[in-house]
């Protein structure tokens, strides 16, 4: 399976982006598809999580400012980032939980190549 992670930016303190994951290629079923994200010099860390029953987990750093959904297909989410701040600045991952034509019944996690978010005070 792959794993595309887009919708990185640059924007001032304030403002909003969207990022947007679509998973693909030999998917079964998907269990959850979460964001982490991993500053220079940090460790990556997770950021919000959807659950294949529509359920979600956000960390305390950005819940209340930012809302995980699940895009067109259940093989895609949105994470919608509003009043973005300079310590937000990041590369963003996308991970998927799956079960895909390969996996012999197990999930397996599947990640994206990042997309970074450049946020400036």
């Known amino acids: 399976a792959q794993v595309a992670d887009s919708g990185g930016g640059s924007v001032q303190a304030g403002g909003s982006l969207r990022l947007s994951c679509e998973a693909s290629?030999?998917?079964?079923?998907?269990?959850?598809i979460a964001w982490h994200r991993q500053s220079p010099g940090k460790q990556r860390e997770f950021i919000a999580r959807?659950?294949?029953?529509?359920?979600?987990k956000y960390a305390d750093s950005v819940r209340y400012r930012w809302t995980i959904s699940r895009g067109r297909s259940s093989y895609t989410a949105d994470l919608q980032m509003d009043s973005l701040r300079p310590d937000d600045s990041a590369v963003y991952y996308c991970?998927?939980?799956?079960?895909?034509?390969?996996?012999?019944?197990?999930?397996?996690?599947?990640w994206g190549r990042g997309t970074q978010v450049t946020v400036s005070s």
């Open positions: 290629g030999g998917i079964v079923h998907i269990d959850t």
């Open positions: 991970a998927v939980n799956a079960r895909t034509d390969t996996s012999r019944g197990y999930y397996e996690m599947y």
């Open positions: 959807i659950f294949s029953n529509g359920e979600t």
